[in-house]
């Protein structure tokens, strides 16, 4: 079965940081684009990062963040261990929302496409970040 699982969610203080691990199982990463999405409560669900996919045509081996988290927040992925990461550093209390990561195997030379939900497949159960003092 294809999953995907999260953790390294956490409190932490303001300018403090965390690393969100996604953890997948019965595909290879290396495939598909992932995505970070955040869902603060009563705000819809938002993209926050997303890496392309480094086997497969195309290919689309860097990252791309929304504004609000750029020059904070690193995505990386660990392709021995199938896993990718969120790097979250200089954490800000408008942070904090339930974190997902997920999937897709669509096929577009438009990169700007994977901040739409639609087209992620698979998707974690969520890890929870809150930021506060």
């Known amino acids: 079965q294809l999953q995907l699982v999260e953790s390294g969610g956490g409190l932490v203080q303001p300018g403090g940081s965390l690393r969100l691990s996604c953890a997948a199982s019965g595909f290879n990463l290396t495939y598909a684009t992932i995505g970070w999405f955040r869902q603060a409560p009563g705000k819809e669900r938002e993209a926050v990062s997303y890496i392309g996919r480094i086997d497969g045509t195309p290919n689309f081996p860097d990252p791309s963040y929304t504004d609000s988290v750029k020059g904070r927040f690193t995505i990386s992925r660990d392709s021995a261990k199938n896993t990718v990461y969120l790097q979250m550093n200089s954490l800000k209390p408008e942070d904090t929302a339930i974190y997902y990561c997920?999937?897709?195997?669509?096929?577009?030379?438009?990169?700007?496409?994977?901040?739409?939900?639609?087209?992620?497949?698979?998707w974690g159960q969520g890890t929870q970040v809150t930021v506060s003092s």
């Open positions: 997920a999937a897709s195997l669509y096929i577009t030379t438009d990169q700007s496409a994977f901040l739409m939900t639609d087209l992620y497949d698979y």
